[in-house]
């Protein structure tokens, strides 16, 4: 079957580093997207990889492992705005989109 | 400014009384969706459209119906809604397939339904 597992939640304080990973499993891929959804409002894209590797975006870095059905969202300098649910997604041969339920990220000051 | 709108953001309605949800996305995008949000569970999509007058069944479409006669507008239909069917929904749209392309979300629907 089809199926994304990510963390239901995590703790980070301020201005440190958090690593949200997801695990998938789909028919056929054709990338894998992370979207920031803050409570009470509308998911806001805000990474796609479908090739191997990491690629960066400011302070928001999204990584891809084909080979492991494995993808992670590293965030550095942690925000207070960055407490959010963070949201996987994959992709697949059909290009539609499989959803994670979301890891719920707590920045502590 | 490009966005998607919703109406309205939230709605208490009673079981059997049909109601309309609406959508609307001014970027001219082909790819138009229905989600709903229910607290464990990721997104799931109701309905999906790939241009207009192309409509088809996402994961959950049970007691839904849409329509796009027009690029721009892709209201969701609950011809007789049930308590089942409380939820957050969100309409998205994009320039091609959601599984290749950013997602522009709308603000979200709030309905219960008692």
């Known amino acids: 079957g089809q199926n994304i597992d990510q963390p239901t939640e995590m703790t980070a304080t301020e201005g440190a580093i958090v690593q949200i990973n997801c695990t998938y499993q789909?028919?056929?891929?054709?990338?894998l997207f992370w979207y920031q959804q803050h409570a009470g409002e509308a998911p806001t894209f805000l990474s796609y990889?479908?090739l191997d590797g990491l690629e960066e975006k400011g302070r928001f870095s999204s990584f891809l492992s084909r080979s492991k059905g494995y993808s992670y969202l590293l965030l550095k300098e942690l925000q207070m705005k960055d407490s959010a649910s963070y949201l996987c997604a994959s992709s697949d041969s059909n290009y539609q989109l499989i959803w994670g339920a979301g890891t719920k990220l707590i920045i502590k000051p | 400014e490009a966005q998607v709108t919703q109406n309205p953001r939230y709605l208490i309605t009673v079981t059997g009384k049909k109601l309309t949800v609406t959508c609307s996305q001014n970027?001219?995008?082909?790819?138009m969706s229905w989600y709903r949000q229910d607290p464990g569970l990721g997104l799931r999509q109701i309905y999906y459209?790939?241009?207009?007058?192309?409509?088809d069944k996402g994961d959950v479409p049970e007691g839904y119906k849409v329509s796009r006669k027009e690029k721009r507008n892709f209201p969701l239909i609950l011809e007789s809604p049930s308590p089942n069917q409380t939820s957050l929904y969100f309409c998205?749209?994009?320039?091609?397939?959601?599984?290749?392309?950013?997602?522009?979300f709308g603000p979200g629907t709030r309905l219960t339904v008692l």
């Open positions: 459209s790939m241009n207009v007058e192309v409509t």
């Open positions: 970027m001219n995008h082909e790819y």
């Open positions: 990889n479908v």
């Open positions: 789909t028919s056929g891929f054709n990338g």
């Open positions: 998205a749209s994009s320039e091609g397939v959601e599984g290749y392309n950013e997602q522009f």
